[in-house]
């Protein structure tokens, strides 16, 4: 009996308990767009702005934020989110279909010495239009 129920416990857990990760967001994850639904059970920290070494990408339908030597300081929100959210998150970014990766993002104060990940596009950005400082 223990040993079924050390089995059902270690397959109904498919993430193991880790600290959460704080992550930037800046497009269609935020509060009150349409992918937030992803981000239900996790935590707000707090509106954020990068450093200006970002720009923000129009895809169509969502943002891509790229690094550029011109960039903006880029306006958007922290959350801390827990592994199993972290993994949707990669999923809905196709970071293993290379469009987008996860990465250190650099936040302007209060926030700059928090360790904080974002979402970089990957892609060509070719002819695409900027939208600025904000999504």
């Known amino acids: 009996m223990l040993r079924r129920s050390r089995h059902r416990q270690e ?40 450093e200006p070494r970002y720009r923000l990408i129009s895809l169509g339908t969502y943002p891509g934020m790229v690094e550029s030597v011109d960039g903006f300081s880029i306006e958007g929100e922290i959350w801390e989110v827990d592994e199993a959210c972290l993994h949707e998150l990669d999923m809905i970014e196709a970071v293993a279909e290379g469009e987008y990766a996860r990465a250190q993002v650099l936040l302007v104060p209060p926030h700059n ?6 979402y970089l596009y ?6 695409l239009g900027d939208c600025g400082s904000r999504w």
């Not at 010495?113 to 974002?118: A, I, L």
């Not at 990957?122 to 002819?127: E, Q, S």
């Open 11 to 50: 397959r109904g857990s498919r993430f193991r308990k880790s600290s959460p990760v704080k992550v930037f967001l800046y497009g269609t994850l935020k509060r009150g767009h349409r992918l937030h639904y992803a981000m239900e059970a996790q935590r707000f920290v707090s509106e954020a702005h990068t």
């Open 122 to 127: 990957l892609g060509d950005i070719t002819g």
């Open 113 to 118: 010495d928090e360790p904080v990940e974002g």
